[in-house]
């Protein structure tokens, strides 16, 4: 029998959860944009890190150490938010939600063998299917209401966070949901850094006036929420 898939799910946000406005980020962080990349492009799927040399090639399906492509899991409205240049996210299996049938032609119809593309009306139908393809890990990379209902899935088990810090107020209307302590717990800069790579950045990071942590949060096992 095959095993039930796990999600991850990787998000910016403020403290108060804010981690959108009108459709788009609040902040344009490239080393954030950078962290995103590279574990949703590589994590599980190289022999040693998430976070490759800079003059190694994004994706390069001829290297044979290389495990099946990662899928992101995303809501129109964040497939929308992504630049057309960039869409699909080349180096990962995309995946849309909608309800609308016409959008799901749409989205299909954009698929190439960098960024394979598939869309399902909703979640549970996605991870349905998805044992059907061949991949590696399963990120889940919004919007707000995607995110809360993947994490109070059963079958989410971490949470890359980078957790952000505005030098100004910055009124948000897309918030990601407050992490439960009792199911999820924040891991040490070394379990991130042996999750990702020793590559991997650490510590307060500061870019045009923000600062931001790179976090990991993982499920806390049934026998250790039961105190046992």
């Not at 095993?3 to 403290?15: C, E, Y």
């Not at 574990?39 to 040399?53: H, I, K, Q």
């Not at 409205?77 to 609308?100: A, D, H, M, Q, Y």
């Amino acid at each position: 029998m095959a095993s039930k898939p796990s999600l991850t799910l990787i998000v910016a946000a403020l403290a108060n959860g804010g981690i959108g406005v009108n459709g788009s980020l609040p902040w344009r962080l490239p080393g954030d944009m950078r962290f995103f990349q590279q574990v949703t492009t590589f994590l599980g799927r190289r022999p040693d890190s998430a976070f490759p040399d800079d003059d190694e090639p994004l994706h390069d399906e001829s290297d044979k150490n290389y495990r099946p492509m990662n899928v992101t899991i995303m809501g129109r409205k964040t497939w929308e938010s992504i630049p057309p240049k960039f869409r699909p996210l080349k180096g990962r299996i995309n995946i849309v939600l909608s309800s609308r049938e016409d959008v799901r032609k749409d989205v299909i119809s954009q698929s190439t063998p960098e960024a394979p593309t598939y869309a399902f009306s909703a979640l549970d139908a996605a991870l349905s299917n998805v044992g059907t393809i061949a991949h590696t890990n399963i990120f889940i990379i919004g919007g707000a209401q995607l995110y809360a209902t993947a994490l109070s899935h059963p079958l989410c088990q971490r949470i890359f966070l980078t957790s952000v810090q505005s030098p100004t107020a910055i009124e948000c209307d897309a918030f990601f949901p407050s992490i439960p302590k009792d199911k999820f717990q924040i891991a040490s800069p070394g379990e991130l850094r042996r999750i990702a790579g020793s590559k991997c950045p650490s510590g307060t990071q500061s870019e045009k006036g923000f600062t931001y942590e790179f976090q990991l949060w993982t499920r806390i096992s049934p026998s250790l929420a039961k105190g046992e």
